[in-house]
T-cell receptor
């Protein structure tokens, strides 16, 4: 699975959009980009994933560059509850079977009032 | 029900004790996982079960013994642990089939302290 690089920490003002970058320059053609987050003292929570098209759900948007070497997770209107460690994970899909989710160091996002 | 329930939430045990961590889910997921997380570090995969059979063991010491008695339950038996095994132990589950098999659900974890 491709390695990812994320900034160790970021700050964002409450109500503004939080843009979290992730570099995955060695990504292969069949590998997806996944985002999870972990709020303090809780288990990680799935946010979103994508292959090459931009994706949006009720939690966030995922923008993947055309060359797929980097992506950005966007939280459109950040709240204090979005303060968490955000993990970007790249892996190939498993058609049938258990996934081996390997977490990198992640980005500690702090939302300031 | 989209929850993964872990018990106990906190556990303190001595190095000669035997204890078990429990994990339960009722989402029909046939893949279940144990992760270990040290403070300020990312979760590290320990074990993966598929269809109640151990499919991945990430070279975990034998003092950690997983068990999957049925499709809803996952246990982690602990024996002769060391203080450095103190950590947050996370359980997760995911579908094995279908378009949502990329989405793993995590429990809140058991915070283990070995004294």
């Amino acid at each position: 699975d491709a390695k990812t690089t994320q900034p160790p920490s970021m700050d964002c003002a409450e109500g503004r959009a939080a843009n979290l970058p992730c570099n995955h320059s060695t990504i292969s053609g069949n590998e997806y980009v996944y985002w999870y987050r972990q709020i303090h003292s809780q288990g990680p929570q799935y946010i979103i994933h994508g292959l090459k098209n931009n994706e949006t759900n009720e939690m966030a948007s995922l923008i993947i560059t055309e060359d797929r070497k980097s992506s950005t997770l966007i939280l459109p209107h950040a709240t204090l509850r979005d303060t968490a460690v955000y993990y970007c994970i790249v892996r190939a899909p498993i058609i049938q079977g258990a996934q081996k989710l390997v977490f990198g160091q992640g980005t500690r996002l702090t939302i300031n009032p | 029900d989209t929850e993964v329930t872990q018990t106990p939430k906190h556990l303190v045990m001595g190095m000669t004790n035997k204890k078990s961590l429990k994990c339960e889910q009722h989402m029909g997921h046939r893949a279940m996982y144990w992760y270990k997380q040290k403070a300020k570090k990312p979760p590290e995969l320990m074990f993966v079960y598929s269809y109640e059979k151990l499919s991945i063991n990430e070279s975990v010491p034998s003092r950690f013994s997983p068990e999957c008695p049925n499709s809803s339950l996952l246990n982690l038996h602990l024996h002769a642990l060391q203080p450095e095994d103190s950590a947050l132990y996370l359980c997760a589950s995911s579908p094995l089939l279908g378009p949502r098999n990329t989405e793993a659900f995590f429990g809140q974890g058991t915070r283990l302290t070995v004294v």
